[in-house]
DNA sequence: TTTAAAATTTAGGCGTGCCTAAATTTAAAA
DNA sequence: TTTTAAATTTAGGCACGCCTAAATTTTAAA
C-alpha cells in the first residue's frame, strides 16, 4: 500500500523536476519541512520500491514509475485547487486543503470533478483570474459583476434589469446543477435562470 | 490535535449510540473490524481526552463533547455519501470513500458541498433512491430511463424524441452547471437543454 | 592541496495505533 | 455454589514516519 507520506515525497520530487530544481536530500526536506535526515530515510525506501535511483550524497531521480505516481498527485492536487475555488473557499485555505485531499480522492473521483470543474469555464480568456460565474456563489455570498460574457444581447437584457458591472449582488438561494438563482440587487429581489447566471462574472467578496 | 483515528472512534461509537447499541468494547471493536484489545487501549486514552466515559469491563458512554464530535463526523460522512451519489460515483464505491473523505473535509468545506447537494433534490418524493437527474451523469455514463418528472408537456415532448422509461442512454458530453447535453439514444445523438436534462431521471450503469 | 564549512548519512529515540498471547474478570450453566 | 465459557484487559511487539545529535563525505576557499 502507497502511504500518504510517499505520495507527498512523489509529488514535491516530480514538482522539483518540473521546475527543473535539482531533487537533493536538502531540497525535497527543504521542501516538505522536514529534517534532511529524515528525507534520507525515506529516499532510501522510495528507491528500493522502484520510484526513483538514489545516489548517497549525489540526491536522486525519478524512474517511469515515479514519474507517473508523482504526476497523478500533483494532478490531483490542482483540480481539487480549482474546484475548491468553484466552490468560493477562500483562496487563503485552497493550497492547505488541496494538499490533504489529494491523498483521499480515489482516481475516479478526481476525474469526475475534473470534468465538472473543467465544464465550468470562468471563460473569457484574459479575464481576472478571480472573477466566477454568478453560478458558483454560494447562498448568502456577496460579489461585484466585473462582466457581462456573451454579447450585446445578453448585457443589454441584463442592464435593463440594473445588472451592469460594478454593481453588487448578494445570492440569496442558489443550488447545485439546476433551477433559477434568486438573487438580491440594490434591495430588489429577482430571480434569473441558470443561463443567464452562467454569463455573468463577478468577484466574489 | 484529534487524530483520524479518534475520529474514527467517536464516529463509530456515536452511531452505535443513535442506534441504542450497547456501547461495549467488543462491539466497539467488531464494528471497526479491530482486536477487543486495540479497542481498550483507545477507549482510555478517549476517555482521558474528554470524550467519553469508560468503566472497565462495562463499556463506555459519550461526554456531551464526544456526541458532538461523533455527530460532526458523521455529518460530514453523510453530505459526502450524497456527493459522491451526485457524481455519478458507482454506489457500491460510495460508503468506502465517504469512510475516507470524512476525516479530510473542513467544515467549510463541508459546509459548502452540503448546500450544493441540497440543492440538488433527487426530487420526486417516493422515487427509488439510486435515480438521479441525467444532468448528474458524467460524460461517457450509461443510464436507463427512469421516469420524467414535471408534467404531461414535457413528458410528451421526450417522448417524441424517443426518451422514454426503460430507454437506454448514453452520455456524451455534459458539463457543469450549464451548456446543452450531448446524448447517445439508441445510435442516434441528440443535444438536449438542462433544464429538460434535469426532468429526466434515469437510474446510473 | 589542505582545510574548514556545508551537505548528507548513521544511530538512537519517540508517539501512534495496530496485533497476538496470556491473564483476569464477569456471566451463565450445572 | 461451583465451574466453565465469554468478555475484557494486560503485556509485549511491530511498522511508520518523524526527530536530534554525532559521524561522515563532499565542496569550495585559502
Redesign the interface.
Known amino acids: 500500500m502507497i502511504t500518504e507520506s510517499v505520495e507527498e515525497y512523489l509529488e514535491t520530487i516530480y514538482r522539483l523536476y518540473e521546475r527543473g530544481v535539482a531533487t537533493t536530500t536538502t531540497n525535497i526536506a527543504k521542501e516538505l519541512k522536514v529534517a534532511p535526515a529524515s528525507a534520507t530515510q525515506m529516499l532510501k525506501k522510495l528507491a528500493k520500491q522502484g520510484y526513483l535511483k538514489y545516489t548517497p550524497y549525489r540526491g536522486v531521480t525519478l524512474t517511469a514509475k515515479g514519474k507517473r505516481t508523482g504526476k497523478e498527485i500533483l494532478r490531483k492536487h490542482r483540480v481539487m485547487e480549482k474546484f ?1 475555488g ?4 477562500p483562496k487563503s ?1 485552497i493550497h492547505k ?1 488541496a494538499c ?2 489529494e ?4 482516481h ?2 478526481e ?3 475534473y ?6 469555464k470562468p471563460l473569457p480568456p484574459g479575464a481576472p483570474s478571480d472573477v466566477v ?1 454568478l ?2 456563489l ?2 448568502g455570498q456577496k460579489g461585484v459583476i466585473s462582466f457581462i460574457g456573451g454579447g450585446r444581447g445578453a448585457s443589454q437584457r441584463l442592464a435593463d434589469l440594473g445588472l451592469t458591472p460594478r454593481t453588487e449582488i448578494t445570492v440569496i438561494k ?6 433559477p438563482l434568486l438573487i438580491s440587487v440594490r434591495g430588489t429581489t429577482l430571480a434569473i435562470g ?2 443567464v447566471a ?1 454569463r455573468i462574472f463577478v468577484r466574489a467578496k
Not at 468553484?86 to 473557499?89: D, E, F, N, P, S
Not at 491523498?103 to 480515489?106: K, L, Q, S
Not at 442558489?174 to 433551477?179: C, E, I, K, M, P
Open positions: 475548491l468553484t466552490l468560493g473557499i485555505k486543503e490533504e485531499l491523498h483521499h480522492i480515489p475516479d473521483l476525474r469526475a470533478i470534468q465538472k470543474v473543467e465544464g465550468e460565474p453560478t458558483s454560494l447562498d442558489s443550488a447545485l446543477f439546476r433551477g441558470r443561463g452562467s
